[in-house]
Structures are given as structure tokens and as C-alpha cells.
Nanobody, 126 residues
Framework: QVQVEESGGGLVQAGGSLRLSCTPS????????MAWFRQAPGNQREGVAC????????EYVDSVKGRFTISKDSAKLTLYLQMNALKPEDTAMYYC???????????????????WGQGTQVTVAS
């Protein structure tokens, strides 16, 4: 069974940093895409960043460019999201997602991703 689990959320002050981790398992595809999404109460789910596992493509939504960095550790099969200079508007539930094909051609769209974690809460205090 494919399983996706994320962790690392918490409460931080504005300007602080957090690093989220995602540990997918059970994927059997040779090339997959991984992504981070976020959703605040009452808002639509927003694609934050994505990375092609075996390719070179990385994409970010404009609002996090220069502050967030997506990366992967292929040996550990782990995905990361380093979040710096956090703002109150970054407050949301953050989700890790996986696609069984390469789908990181632009800022991630939810319909491209089939496997989802349960989310980890990030709260940034002003």
C-alpha cells in the first residue's frame, strides 16, 4: 500500500523557520513527482512547491519564492520543505503529496497528485 506521512509542523514566531519532512512508502514507479500543498480554514488548497524525483524540475508558487526550499534525499526516500522568514499568512495545514508519474511542470495542481498525507499544522504568530 502507498503511504505518505508528513511531520515537522508547529508554532513559530513571524520571521522564524521550520523544516517539514515527508516519508512516502510503497511507490513502485520509476519516476514520480512529490509536492507540498497547504490549506487554511475557508481557503482552497494551494500548491506550494514540487520536485521531479529523477528529473531536474522544481517549481514554487510565487508567494514562497526566495523563502521556501524543496529538496529530497533519494537514499532515505524523504522529501523536505525548508521554510524561512515565515509570515502569519503562511499559517495553514501543510500536506505532502505524491504522483505516480512526473507532473512537476509548474506550481503543483492538486488533481495531478494521487497520494496524500494527513497534514501537519504550521502556525505563525504575529
Amino acid at each position: 500500500q502507498v503511504q505518505v506521512e508528513e511531520s515537522g509542523g508547529g508554532l513559530v514566531q513571524a520571521g522564524g523557520s521550520l523544516r517539514l519532512s515527508c516519508t512516502p512508502s510503497g511507490l513502485t514507479f520509476d519516476d514520480v513527482a512529490m509536492a507540498w500543498f497547504r490549506q487554511a480554514p475557508g481557503n482552497q488548497r494551494e500548491g506550494v512547491a514540487c520536485i521531479s524525483w529523477s528529473g531536474e524540475t522544481i517549481e514554487y508558487v510565487d508567494s514562497v519564492k526566495g523563502r521556501f526550499t524543496i529538496s529530497k534525499d533519494s537514499a532515505k526516500l524523504t522529501l523536505y520543505l525548508q521554510m524561512n522568514a515565515l509570515k502569519p499568512e503562511d499559517t495553514a495545514m501543510y500536506y505532502c503529496a505524491a504522483a505516480g508519474f512526473s507532473s512537476c511542470r509548474y506550481a503543483p495542481i492538486a488533481t495531478d497528485y494521487a497520494y496524500w498525507g494527513q497534514g501537519t499544522q504550521v502556525t505563525v504568530a504575529s
